[in-house]
């Protein structure tokens, strides 16, 4: 079955420390990776994804992410936490139509709170 | 301004009573979603749409329906609500560029309650 793990319900850090948010994945064929970021009461925020090429990829608000095939993870990096920062963290996949799957089916991780504090 | 707008924001209803949630997008995406999002189970998709009149089941779609008359609304509808729907709900748009998952738009999500 297609899936996505965040192994981490929250993550803490201090203001100004780098932070790191980890997502792994069982897809086949080639995925197609996404963070979202939802800060209360709103809706998701899109901030990065994985389609194909390098395998670090920028997104938004000074996020980054690392995709490697070999450990089927996509974990979520920032080099300096802001207080701002602290929010539900979605890691998401969308598996390949070329292996059964629907491009159409995103599958989400269950989240992971970040805290911040100053 | 570009948005996914739901109605109603919040809603307390009783077993039985049919309910529908309304979803529009004024971005002219093909692509529209509908999630619930519980504690501990993050996002799970329903139902989704990539044209007008093409739909598809996502990972929970039991007791739920959709439909896609027209490109820019995607309403969710309960037939026979139970308290186990009771959640917070979701809907996405995208613009579904060349087959591949777009970055999705997110609506401000609904609350619903089922007693």
Redesign the interface.
């Known amino acids: 079955a297609q899936s996505v793990a965040?192994p981490e319900d929250q993550v803490n850090v201090a203001e100004g420390n780098p932070l790191t948010v980890k997502c792994t994945y069982s897809v086949s064929g080639n995925p197609?990776l996404?963070w979202?970021v939802q800060y209360p009461n709103?809706?998701?925020?899109?901030l990065l994804?994985y389609?194909t090429g390098d395998n670090l990829v920028k997104g938004s608000y000074g996020f980054e992410a690392e995709f490697n095939k070999s450990q089927t993870s996509f974990h979520l990096k920032k080099p300096s936490a802001l207080v701002s920062d602290s929010a539900l963290y979605?890691c998401?996949v969308?598996p390949d139509?070329n292996y059964g799957g629907?491009?159409?089916?995103?599958?989400?991780?269950?989240?992971t709170k970040l805290s911040v504090k100053p | 301004e570009a948005q996914?707008t739901q109605n109603p924001r919040y809603l307390i209803t009783v077993t039985g009573k049919k309910l529908t949630v309304t979803c529009s997008q004024n971005m002219n995406h093909e692509?529209m979603?509908w999630?619930r999002q519980d504690p501990?189970?993050?996002?799970?998709?329903i139902y989704?749409?990539?044209n007008v009149e093409v739909t598809?089941k996502?990972?929970v779609p039991e007791g739920y329906k959709v439909s896609r008359k027209e490109k820019r609304n995607f309403p969710l509808i309960l037939e026979s609500p139970s308290p186990n729907q009771t959640s917070l709900y979701?809907c996405?748009s995208s613009p579904w560029a060349g087959?591949?998952?777009d970055?999705?738009?997110?609506?401000?999500?609904t609350r619903l309650t089922v007693l």
Do not use: E, H, W
């Not at chain 2, 501990?40 to 998709?45: E, I, S, T």
């Open positions: 965040q197609y996404f979202y709103r809706g998701l925020q899109f994804k389609i979605f998401a969308s139509g629907s491009q159409g089916n995103l599958i989400f991780g269950k989240g | 996914v692509y979603s999630y501990g189970l993050g996002l799970r998709q989704y749409s990539m598809d996502g990972d979701f996405a087959g591949t998952t970055t999705q738009y997110f609506g401000p999500g």
